[in-house]
Every structure is written in C-alpha cells, then in structure tokens.
C-alpha cells in the first residue's frame, strides 16, 4: 500500500513499496468517512515482497494478513464460470449460424449405427466444440491411431477419455448415448476440471514469482478469459496441459529434487510436444540448488537424483514411440471398423498396420520419431514455411501475443542484464538483492522460456497458433498484461482522483487517501478509470474469447 495525495504523491516505477503510512490524525479525522475502505484494505492482504522487509522506515507499518479461503472459493468459482460462459456462447453460435465447409479432416461414423436417446442433446448443447482438431482428438479416443497424420497428437489426453468412457460402458450409459458423444461429453467436462486445476496452480506460482497477492489475482482473471480460451473448453489438450505445466513449474521452484516432480512432468510431455521444454525448468532449478551448494556430497546427491528423474520421463516418452513404431511400421492385421478403412482410402490415408516400402519413411531412420515427420508431410510445418503472402491474416491474429512477450521479454532483459548474462545463478550483492523485486530475481527463465517459444513459432510453425500456445504453456503473458494493471503510478493516481472526486461531493476537504499498489476487479470492468493501453489488452482478451468462440463453433478458422 501506498500513501499518496492528489497534489504531491511521487513513487519509484521500478521498486514497488507495499506498505501504509500510519496517518494516525488523518485516520482519525476521518475515521467514519474510511471505516468502508479500511476494511477493504484488511481484506485485500498483505502485498509484502522480500525487499519490502528490508526497508527502515519507523513511520510505515505492514498491512495485516488475509484470509484466503474466500480467494480460493473465487478462482473456483471463477474458472468454472468462464468455462460455463465459452458453452453457452458457442450453443448460441452454433445454433443461429451455418457451419462453414473447411475441407479439414471430419472424423468418420458408422451411418448405421443405432442413434441413443441422448445424442441430439449432446450435439445440440456442445457440437460446437466438436471442431477442428477436436475431431482427431475424438477419434483417437473412440478407435486409436488408426491413420498415421493423427500421430501428430499426443495420446495422453485422447486415452484418458478412452478408458473413462470404456469404464462407463461397462455400467451400460451407452444405452443412453454413443459412445463418441459420450466421449464429447466427458472431453468437456475433463477440460473444465483441468482449467480449474491450471487456474489454482497458476495463482500458487504467480504469488510465489511476483510476490504480489493481488497481481496473481489479476493474472488469474486474465488466464480465465485469455486470447485462446475456446482451446480450454473444446476437446483440446490446453487446459490439461497447462495445469501440468504451471504444477511442474511451482514444484520445481519448491523442491526440484523431488520425485514427485516426474509424475506432472512425463504427463507434461505425454500431453503436448512442447511438454519437452519443462525439462529445462528442472534443469535450470536443479543448477541453482548445485550452485547454492558448497558441500560436495550433497552435489552428487542432487545430481544423481535428477539423473533418476530424467531416465523415467524419457523412459515415458520412449513407450509412446515404440506405440507408434508398432503401428505404423510392420505389415499386421488390425480389426478396424469399415466406416474407417472406407475414410482411409477416400482421403489416402495411411491406415495401420499396412506399411510399405514408400509409406512412413521414418521408419527406417535411425531414430525413428514420427512426430517430425508427420507434421512436415501432413501439417506443412518447417523452418520459414508459413512465410506467404496469403497467411499475413493469421500473422495479424497472433500479432498482439507476441508483441506483448517479445516487448516486454526485452524491457525486462534490458532492465536485468547484468543479472541475466550471468544466468541467475550467482547470488547478489547486497545492493542488488535491495534493488531487485522478487519477479526481477525468479521470472528469468520463465521469461526466457516465453521467448523460445515465441520465436520457436515465428519460425517453425503456423503462426496463428502462437496464441495458444503461449496461453497454455507459459505464464508470463498473464504476468506481462498484470503488470500493466498493477504496476503503473499513473492508474494509482486515478484511483486517488477518483475516490477523491468523491469525497468532494461527500463535502471533505483536504483529503489525502491511503490506496492500495493494486486495483480490484471493480476497477478492471469499469473502463472509465482505465488508461488506452489497459483497455486494450481487456478487449484483447474478453473480445478474442467471444470472437473466437463463435468463429471457432461454426469451423471458420482461428487460433
């Protein structure tokens, strides 16, 4: 907190004071026309960073601390509520605007198969989230990897809903629904578990790197209505993953030696392809531990314990590509429905088990990985591919994330140099360690990780797809626009206009109001107290989740 008046207040930009004055004849002259505020102060708790305790000042006192019961109930509460609202929008869409013909892959279906009295409901209430790649992800769930394009998706996701929805067959609900609406059915509501576990693991690590209760409130507000949230709702495998991820980020923080640690991380990688990138926050977590240490023994100890890890990760991710190697690279008789070998051989398709010498080439390479291969055949994907004229649309789409994690990646480099050339790992000097917030000191790779994966998609990938993979795969764009809301003088100094415009009008004069270094939800809606560039990024985020939830229900592309 922050003690400021409208004719005088001044405060540092680059270090950020959470504390109040005492103000003890202010208080009291005024103490009926603040109790409100007072009490929302308590409420609001404690912002209290490392280099706050070090600060000599005999007039400031600290806020007292929250309850965060009420917080916890409020992320739940919030994340299913963003999600609920991503299936109602999409209802709508879907149901007042015609499907556009995309010419993608449409999983196939038995025509004769029997319809339950269930179906039209399901597809009714969440056919438009059965779009896109959601239709591979399905399939796979309903008849496994049966054509060789669909290896470019991980199995973690499609298996669970397989086993789910295999187990309730058992109990015979599929005398009320198909198995393939079943399988949407459960997609959707296995997303909104894992969007509300991603929403509760993000707060934990963002309070833990930014030191700031509020701004990982209002960095979870942001990941709950992000650019690519239809991503988190339709059978995709983003929320999932980005509940590993942002878990496997926390436990490395905590305790990077913990073989607990392996469970998110091979599921991590067993997800997303870019789940191959959290190992670097183990490795990078664990040399901070080797360089901490000045006892020999204990180096061996941490470095024996990380190699463990590393042999049962790899060894999780060597089991999906023996699967893989399995399928597609002997002759063998696989029992796949007709439906299915028809749509195979309409579209030409490589079906299982029907291998020949010109089909599936890196069987034979001498680390046989499909993934590389499948998504420069099928996906087009390769190093500057996407670089024509007729995709500067989807340039233009993914332009705002990346100019927010390119910008701001290179404002924070600039500002933390010294620190960041040696990698973090050295401790500070005691002028540093004063100068420097927490974010300054544990945001580096993070920070460098948003980057890679940036210029990864510039590069290599479609180019549209940069926003959700930066939603679901790295925090530091919900911390960047954060910042914007909570770090920024001038917007404190609204909030000091606006609550003394209206002690004016309650007939106070002379007033000088204690406000807190954050701004609450209120704020966030209230566009009237918001500056140009805090507009922009709530249009950003609330308009690309309308947007692209209607465009996406219908099949017309989007992230």
């Known amino acids: 907190m922050r003690s400021e008046c409208y004719n005088g207040g001044t405060s540092s930009p680059k270090r950020r004071s959470h504390l109040v004055g005492n103000g003890k004849s202010h208080q009291t002259h005024h103490v009926h ?7 929302h102060a308590a409420a609001a708790g404690r912002e209290t960073t490392v280099h706050d305790r070090g600060t000599d000042s005999p007039t400031m006192t600290e806020l007292p601390p929250s309850s965060g019961s009420f917080l916890h109930i409020s992320i739940t509460k919030l994340a299913i509520g963003s999600r609920l609202f991503v299936i109602v929008l999409q209802l709508f869409a879907n149901a007042v605007l015609p499907d556009h013909d995309a010419g993608v892959f449409l999983a196939p279906h038995d025509k004769d ?8 409901v399901v597809r009714f209430t969440l056919g438009g989230l059965n779009r896109w790649d959601g239709q591979y992800f399905l399939h796979i769930a309903e008849h496994g990897y049966t054509y060789e394009n669909a290896l470019a998706f991980f199995p973690l996701f499609p298996f669970i809903l397989k086993i789910v929805s295999s ?48 701004k990982a409130e209002i960095a979870v507000l942001l990941f709950c209505f992000n650019p690519a949230s239809i991503f988190f709702t339709a059978p995709y495998t983003e929320s999932m993953y980005a509940w590993l991820s942002f878990v496997v980020m926390y ?21 997303r392809s870019n789940g191959m990138f959290n190992i670097g926050f183990v490795l990078y977590f664990a040399m901070r531990r080797i360089v901490a240490q000045y006892n020999f023994h204990n180096i061996i100890c941490i470095c024996s314990r990380l190699f463990s890890m590393l042999i049962i990760v790899l060894f999780h991710y060597g089991i999906a590509q023996v699967y893989n190697y399995y399928l597609f690279c002997f002759v063998q008789k696989f029992n796949f429905p007709d439906h299915v070998r028809e749509y195979a051989v309409q579209h030409g398709l490589v079906l299982a088990g029907n291998k020949t010498d010109d ?18 055949h099928y996906w087009n994907v390769g190093f500057l591919r996407y670089y024509e004229l007729k995709q500067l649309p989807n340039f233009l789409l993914a332009l705002p994330a990346i100019y927010l994690v390119l910008s701001n990646s290179y404002q924070y480099l600039c500002e933390n140099w010294d620190y960041a050339v040696r990698l973090g790992l050295f401790r500070l000097t005691k002028k540093q360690h004063k100068v420097m917030r927490p974010y300054d000191r544990f945001a580096l790779v993070f920070v460098v990780h948003a980057l890679v994966l940036t210029i990864f998609s510039l590069l290599f990938v479609h180019v549209q797809v940069t926003t959700r993979l930066l939603c679901a795969a790295s925090p530091v764009l919900y911390w960047y626009t954060a910042e914007y ?15 003394l415009s209206k002690q004016v009008k309650d007939g106070e004069e002379n ?7 954050h701004i609450e939800l209120s704020d966030l809606l209230d566009f009237r107290w918001l500056n140009g560039r805090q ?10 989740t309308v947007v692209g939830t209607v465009l996406f229900s219908n099949f017309y592309p989007w992230t």
């Open 251 to 271: 436990q490395c923080m905590e305790d990077v030696t913990s073989i607990f640690l392996t469970i998110p991380l091979s599921l991590s990688i067993l997800c």
């Open 359 to 376: 089909s599936s080439p890196w069987c034979t390479d001498l680390l046989p990985l499909s993934y590389s291969y499948v998504q420069s």
């Open 113 to 120: 198969a029997p319809e339950r009295p269930l179906d039209a």
């Open 535 to 544: 507009q922009a990024i709530l249009v950003y985020f609330f308009g690309y």
């Open 33 to 39: 026309q603040h109790h409100r505020h007072s009490q």
């Open 511 to 517: 007033s000088c109001t204690h406000v807190l270094n």
């Open 167 to 214: 187990a309730l067959s058992s109990y015979e609900v599929v005398t009320f629904v198909s198995y393939r609406e079943l399988s949407l059915l459960l997609a959707v509501l296995l997303n909104v578990v894992c969007f509300t576990g991603a929403a509760k693991a993000l707060y934990r690590l963002s309070r833990h790197v930014l030191g700031s209760q509020k």
């Open 485 to 499: 809301f909570t770090g920024e003088r001038t917007f404190i100094k609204r909030q000091v206009i606006r609550k």
